[in-house]
């Protein structure tokens, strides 16, 4: 059983059916492109309705069940496999992996460096919190994902911190406000399979942010440009990070910044990473199917993880002044450049480019792969100067 059926699920049905299982897929929307797949069970639930997909689970006596590259799920997931005695997560390490809040509890009380926190529910709360920091703060929802509800801080002014208040807390489900200390560093994410207890780094990747205010995530780059020793502490913190939490079976995602005074975990999702980093860039980078290995995890069955390769890939993502996209030219000639993978939309025509203020609102992308770091950052730049949009 697969939870979601948009894009980010595709690479995971596919797959699936690839190798012979029989695959149930649940997506509260009729039209989600998942759905679209011949010889397939479509369930439209929602994939945060726990109740109703566990009796479907029991129902249809699955094997296994996942979500790729999506929080929102991963309680369901969890609550599914401790009813149906299946291999995956805990519920209580679900729960760490999804609410910020609670994530940041756990790993701060088990000595993994996080930044200073805050958590609070009212205005009152969030503004008393504002006090402890000097310059600026990072406020974000506890339980919401790609960037929805994420702001930078710099003025204290009373309506711009009642704005940042309610920016965030439209997004909260749980009514939950984290405020954070700014930590000034590179960012990265680290990508790792755990099988039997044991937490194997696949790979660590370089990312681009749009930067202050919102940080929208706008590329990754496989392997990090890092030196060797500092990759060595991101790895030592994000595998720490990992079973503290209590990930000892199947994937996590871990992002960090590497501090003045060393790394910090950012967030760690129990799943693969998304934006193309694990279906597409991990693949090209190292040669290990991450997304096979998900499943076999899922159905018990222990993932082939050993690197075939060392190559280097990466993805950029497009955004075009905001407005309504009347047309995109140059895909063509973009795909057509030395080393590009694939070339996509995330928008349709006719649809409104909002400000960017999240992951949701890209608008195209590019993928990669090339023998340099240097090789793959060109052939990008290349592709990206050939894709024209017309918005009205």
């Known amino acids: 059983m697969i939870l979601g059926a948009s894009i980010l699920q595709f690479p995971a049905i596919r797959k699936a059916k690839e190798m012979g299982l029989d695959v149930i897929v ?18 439209q639930i929602s994939t945060i309705d726990t109740p109703k997909i566990v009796e479907a689970a029991r129902e249809y006596r699955i094997d296994g069940i996942m979500t790729l590259a999506s929080d929102m799920p991963m309680q369901t997931v969890a609550a599914v496999c401790e009813d149906l005695n299946l291999p995956g997560i805990t519920p209580r390490t679900a729960l760490n992996a999804t609410n910020k809040a609670e994530m940041r509890i756990c790993l701060k009380k088990n000595g993994v460096p996080v930044p200073e926190f805050y958590i609070v529910c009212e205005w009152g709360e969030f503004y008393d919190a504002s006090k402890n920091f000097v310059e600026k703060f990072i406020v974000k929802p506890a339980d919401n994902s790609g960037n929805r509800g ?5 003025d204290f002014s009373i309506e711009n911190l009642k704005e940042a208040y309610a920016y965030s807390k439209q997004y909260s489900r749980d009514g939950k406000i984290l405020l954070e200390e700014y930590m000034e560093g590179d960012e990265f994410s680290v990508e790792s399979i755990s099988v039997h207890g044991v937490c194997n780094i696949i790979q660590i990747t370089d990312k681009i942010t749009s930067g202050k205010p919102y940080f929208v995530e706008m590329g990754h780059t496989q392997p990090s440009r890092y030196d060797t020793a500092k990759l060595r502490d991101i790895a030592s913190v994000a595998k720490m990070g990992v079973e503290v939490l209590g990930i000892n079976h199947g994937p996590s995602h871990t992002e960090i910044k590497y501090t003045a005074g060393g790394p910090k975990v950012v967030e760690i999702g129990a799943r693969l990473g998304g934006d193309f980093i694990t279906t597409h860039l991990v693949p090209l980078s190292t040669g290990v199917d991450m997304v096979t290995a998900n499943i076999k995890c899922a159905i018990g069955e222990d993932p082939d993880i050993e690197k075939k390769h060392a190559k280097c890939s990466a993805v950029r993502f497009l955004q075009p002044q905001p407005g309504r996209l009347k047309s995109v030219s140059g895909i063509t000639e973009a795909e057509a450049v030395n080393g590009v993978f694939e070339v996509g939309l995330l928008k349709h025509i006719g649809e409104i480019v909002p400000e960017m203020r999240n992951s949701l609102d890209r608008v195209a992308y590019v993928v990669v792969q090339g023998n340099t770091s240097d090789e793959v950052m060109a052939a990008c730049e290349e592709a990206i100067k050939k894709i024209h949009f017309e918005i009205m």
Request: zero cysteines; glycine letters at 8%; aromatic letters at 4%.
């Open 150 to 154: 994420i702001k930078l801080v710099t």
């Open 26 to 43: 649940v997506d509260m929307n009729p039209d989600a492109v998942g759905f679209k797949e011949e010889g397939i069970t479509r369930l």
